[in-house]
């Protein structure tokens, strides 16, 4: 009886000293997190190994967000943007690499799309106020659509900043949101996660599957509140949408969104959504702002073009048509 008792109690030292050296793991898992951002809801969703790993990216992605809100949002005093649309028609203004870099890329796809893409909509859009139903007069309208020109931003050297005439405005609001996005999945990615899903608005970015299973991302119906028209296996990829009801007001019959063709200072009407698939959310966010101003037949030819990208316009007879990559 003494020989089992110390016998236990040798095996008892021997699987406590085990738990020590060893610890229990982390169980692996999925971490998730909504919250609110750049004025839009945004969701983070991300497998991990480690418990202490999967929360701490979850607030280092949202923190990514805000960082990016802070310099590029209009409605903060202290961007960027801010301060170069107060300053840089009267003296060039130094803003940052980062900033100054996402300029390029919106000033390449202006020339690209023969001005459909053009970040100075702003120069009228800052007339709009969709809340309060609120749009500029004829005559505001017909002083202020000449300013949408993106050949009036002038990018200098040592990234400087100038506007060629006053009344110029700009608004990254057709690409920051996928350029936020596509920053939180490479800080994911960085930090060696495999699988993760980031969603902000309209605009989605997917690193590798879901675990052995695509992804499922779904198209939103353009005129029912929780509809959807179609859902798309996806892995590894970004999708953004661009939709006539994001922020709009109806009066006299007349839908008026946020999203401005630059040729009127006016809204399109011959599309309700366009969604676009490619490598990064950057390029996807602004390319389907692109393809809903060209509107459908100007759009697809753009985008069977473009061989890295597809496209599903919804017309405003509600119907789907699809680019050739997708289509087959």
Do not use: C
Request: hydrophobic share 40%.
């Amino acid at each position: 009886m003494r020989l089992l008792f110390i016998r236990l109690q040798w095996l008892f030292y021997v699987l406590s000293a085990s738990v020590l050296l060893f610890p229990a793991p982390a169980y692996a898992q999925w971490y998730r997190l909504p919250f609110q951002t750049m004025g839009t809801q945004a969701y983070v969703e991300l497998w991990a190994e480690d418990a202490s790993q999967g929360k701490t990216l979850l607030t280092d992605v949202q923190s990514e967000f805000e960082r990016i809100n802070q310099l590029m949002s209009p409605y903060i005093a202290s961007s960027e943007l801010s301060q170069v649309n107060r300053d840089a028609a009267t003296n060039p203004v130094t803003v940052g690499a980062e900033f100054y870099q996402l300029l390029q890329q919106a000033e390449q796809l202006a020339g690209l799309s023969d001005g459909a893409f053009d970040i100075s909509f702003a120069s009228v859009g800052f007339s709009y106020d969709y809340r309060q139903h609120i749009k500029p007069s004829a005559a505001e309208l017909s002083s202020q659509q000449p300013l949408i020109n993106y050949r009036l931003i002038t990018l200098l050297a040592n990234n400087q900043v100038r506007f060629t005439q006053q009344g110029v405005k700009i608004d990254l609001g057709g690409i920051a949101k996928g350029y936020a996005v596509e920053q939180a999945i490479g800080l994911l990615a960085k930090a060696g996660i495999k699988h993760a899903l980031v969603t902000a608005g309209g605009d989605t970015r997917l690193l590798g599957d879901k675990r052995g299973r695509p992804w499922l991302v779904a198209i939103k119906h353009p005129r029912k509140a929780d509809g959807i028209v179609a859902q798309l296996p996806l892995s590894d990829s970004a999708i953004s949408t661009s939709g006539d009801y994001e922020r709009f007001f109806i009066e006299d019959g007349v839908r008026y969104h946020h999203i401005l063709d630059p040729k009127s200072g006016q809204s399109p009407s011959g599309l309700m959504s366009v969604t676009v698939l490619g490598p990064d959310a950057t390029r996807t966010d602004a390319m389907s702002t692109t393809l809903f101003v060209m509107g459908l037949a100007r759009g697809m030819a753009f985008i069977e073009q473009q061989p890295e990208f597809e496209a599903i316009f919804i017309s405003s007879e509600h119907q789907l048509y699809f680019s050739s990559g997708l289509a087959q």
